[in-house]
């Protein structure tokens, strides 16, 4: 069907004004007419001035050439079936009442390309799925699939994305009818899918929607994250924190049962929240070295529905431990003499204390693990992971204004730990003249430098941070650790503090002591740079030993040195060392990676260039180029990385100057955000049915959902508008027909 016809943009001001120039141009042309003697030719040209101008009236009236035709194609319905892992989920029911069905499998007939055969006599049926994918695979081009089989691996799947494919639809087909949208509505990616909707409705698309799934949660108990630490040291315990979720209506115990890869098992009885988290731990003792695998795995449920997600596995990393650790001290005190020992006895540290004593005529002392001066240079220095600075100052010849800004750099750019032990003679207070001062957690009372002392103890109490600090675990249980707390001896002195520094987190306070800011701090640890520093206020964790001997002081300052020098030794090789923050990321988390970087010779690599390539387990590999940072005397090198997938990625890390490498590797945790036997949700795609004026359609009724899509009424008729008004043949029209009355005037004499 095809018509043609004129339109005029009439207003009365263009009928008048159109009239007027009518009949003045008429006027004009007879008076010039009769003046000229009534002759042919000048009658011409006065016919010609009179058609110009009623030309120019009619243009006015913005004239245009509307067309009105029927395409030649065939209108299209686009089909479009979700293809994410969550449409593995079995929780559709069909008419055998003891038979589920996967939700894929329940759109199985809708999205085999034979289902409309009714309909391709009438209409164009293009059937696509979709999906969100990590990395499209080599060589592949988007395509429909009349088979319903999706083109891509489905482990390169991270997520739903529904508002793609609807803003897409539009520029698939030129004469799209009507969009078919099959889905769980469980969208995780991309804009709401509801702003693609309304530019369907605009265009006049209709989109109906078949919702697929259970919109409740099907009995389950899932086993939700299994945080593991990186790697851990022989013969130390190691903390292995997992969450369990349930939507059971009641509580219950289970037994949660480790296996090591070396054939070891542990098992737990823990006791599961009805609808909810619960959050639990085991201890696991590593005997020997090695690289080691942890699976996880919760007993089943009677009622649960869902066996796939009750296990999860991750690695871990069992090093003989090495750490250096550095004492710098000026009178020989208890606690100083202690800590020596603890630290001299522990088998994975190797100390070296340097004791600044006013009355001595040298720096040292009586055995192998005194030096006889200050580290001279980075690369002495920067061997130590842990420094202990007890009552020192800028005093006596002690510690020098450049020696506290390489203490400084060492924290912030080494990630290696610092502690402060201030003594009564409060020597530390002048430490607050150099750089240090950034790093203290705490405010000092300037006008108390020898701090408090008092004949009756004073006690720890732990804050709501220590109670889940592992640095302050003296025992197994939390129970237990606060039992050990409140029996801890007291200590008779302690450090002038005010308050707690921004940033700072505070684990014990004074359980007395109070000021006009609260409670007293007194063990406050904060993170500065890449690395940790430890404030502890009394002089009299050596008192612990109290009837116990070394079962808590060793512990305790065996803790503090492993925590200080943990992300410090997560990889580090001969003249490399790498470690990241946060240390146990998560999914879709943002890791920031240090590098230090050393030369042959033990100096710091101030300029290079430092690559670190990041194999996720998928296979997909990406290269990301170290910056070095502005104190380049530090050898640091800095880069960013975005986790997008779970599990254990391998790190090449490479400098083109020293030509070392380094191999190591970090496991994300967390879930995909695919996941199998999450509720549907049929209020989304409910939505994108009433916005773009659709149906909600059900997909058991397979012949309801062929008529509905047969009953669309006729497209409307395509129109096509030539504006004569503005047209270029129109603007020449005139132009020729001036020339030819100016042309005309000038042969008749008239110009």
């Not at 990301?624 to 997008?644: C, K, L």
């Amino acid at each position: 069907m095809n018509t043609r016809h004129l339109t005029l943009l009439w207003t009365p001001w263009t009928i008048a004004i159109a009239v007027l120039l009518a009949i003045a141009t008429a006027a004009i042309c007879w008076l010039s007419w009769r003046r000229s003697g009534y002759g042919r030719w000048f009658g011409l040209l006065e016919l010609l001035r009179f058609a110009l101008v009623m030309l120019a009236a009619l243009l006015l009236n913005q004239p245009e050439l509307v067309r009105q035709f029927r395409p030649d194609e065939k209108p299209a319905i686009l089909v479009l079936h979700d293809n994410s892992p969550s449409m593995a989920t079995r929780d559709v029911s069909t008419n055998e009442s003891s038979r589920v069905i996967t939700r894929r499998e329940s759109i199985a007939t809708l999205v085999d390309g034979q289902t409309w055969d009714a309909l391709r006599d009438k209409m164009e049926i293009g059937i696509q799925p979709f999906a969100r994918h990590q990395r499209p695979e080599e060589g592949e081009t988007p395509e429909s699939h009349d088979d319903g089989q999706s083109p891509t691996n489905a482990s390169a799947i991270a997520g739903s994305d529904l508002y793609t494919p609807l803003r897409e639809a539009g520029q698939q087909y030129d004469n799209l009818r009507a969009v078919v949208l099959i889905s769980d509505g469980d969208w995780n990616e991309g804009p709401p899918p509801v702003q693609a909707a309304t530019q369907l409705r605009l265009d006049e698309v209709p989109v109906f929607t078949i919702p697929v799934g259970s919109a409740t949660r099907l009995p389950d108990v899932e086993l939700l994250s299994l945080d593991a630490p990186t790697f851990g040291v022989v013969g130390k315990s190691v903390r292995i924190p997992f969450s369990v979720e349930s939507s059971l209506p009641r509580e219950f115990v289970t037994t949660v049962t480790l296996k090591v890869s070396n054939d070891e098992t542990l098992s737990k009885e823990i006791r599961v929240a009805p609808m909810g988290r619960t959050t639990e731990s085991l201890l696991w003792k590593p005997q020997e070295i090695g690289d080691y695998n942890l699976a996880l795995n919760i007993a089943t449920h009677a009622n649960e529905a869902l066996l796939d997600n009750n296990a999860l596995s991750a690695p871990i990393a069992i090093r003989e431990e090495s750490l250096r650790v550095l004492v710098v001290e000026s009178y020989p005190r208890w606690e100083y003499r202690y800590l020596r020992n603890a630290l001299s006895r522990d088998p994975g540290v190797e100390v070296s204390c340097l004791l600044y004593h006013p009355h001595l005529d040298k720096v040292g002392g009586g055995n192998a693990d005194y030096i006889k001066e200050f580290p001279v240079g980075l690369d002495e220095l920067s061997a130590y992971d842990v420094v202990f600075l007890g009552d020192v100052g800028l005093d006596d010849g002690q510690l020098s204004p450049e020696q506290c800004r390489l203490l400084k750099g060492l924290v912030e750019f080494q990630a290696s730990g610092l502690v402060f032990i201030p003594g009564w003679q409060g020597r530390q207070h002048t430490l607050l003249e150099t750089e240090l001062n950034e790093l203290y957690p705490v405010v000092l009372d300037e006008g108390q430098p020898d701090g408090w002392g008092s004949r009756t103890p004073g006690h720890f109490e732990l804050t709501e941070l220590g109670r889940r600090s592992l640095l302050t675990k003296l025992a197994d249980t939390q129970d237990e650790n606060m039992e050990v707390w409140e029996n801890l001896p007291g200590f008779q002195w302690y450090a002038p503090v005010l308050r707690a520094r921004a940033g700072g987190e505070v684990l014990a306070v004074h359980q007395g002591m109070v000021n006009a800011r609260g409670r007293l701090p007194l063990l406050v640890t904060r993170t500065y740079g890449a690395g940790k520093v430890l404030f502890m206020g009394t002089d009299g964790a050596w008192r612990w030993r109290e009837g116990v001997e070394d079962k808590y002081h060793y512990r305790f300052w065996g803790q503090v040195v492993r925590w200080m020098a943990y992300q410090r030794n997560m990889a580090k090789g001969e003249t490399m060392r790498l470690h990241y923050a946060p240390d146990q990321p998560l999914l879709r988390q943002t890791l920031t990676l240090h590098a230090n970087v050393m030369e042959n010779s033990g100096e710091p690599l101030a300029r290079g260039d430092v690559i670190a390539r990041i194999t996720a387990p998928s296979g997909q590999m990406k290269s990301v180029r170290f910056s070095p940072a502005e104190e380049d005397e530090w050898g640091v090198f800095r880069g960013r990385y975005r986790t997008e997938e779970p599990g254990r990625h391998e790190v090449n890390l490479y400098c083109q100057q020293t030509d070392a490498t380094l191999e190591t590797s970090f496991f994300v945790q967390g879930t995909r955000l695919e996941q199998v036997g999450k509720p549907s949700r049929p209020e989304v795609l409910e939505e994108i049915a009433r916005v773009t004026g659709g149906r909600v359609l059900d997909a058991a009724d397979v012949d309801q959902v062929l008529r509905s899509l047969d009953a669309l009424p006729e497209p409307p008729l395509a129109v096509r508008r030539v504006a004569l008004w503005s047209h270029p043949a129109t603007v020449g029209a005139m132009v020729l027909l001036l020339g030819l009355f100016w042309i005309g005037r000038k042969a008749g004499g008239l110009i």
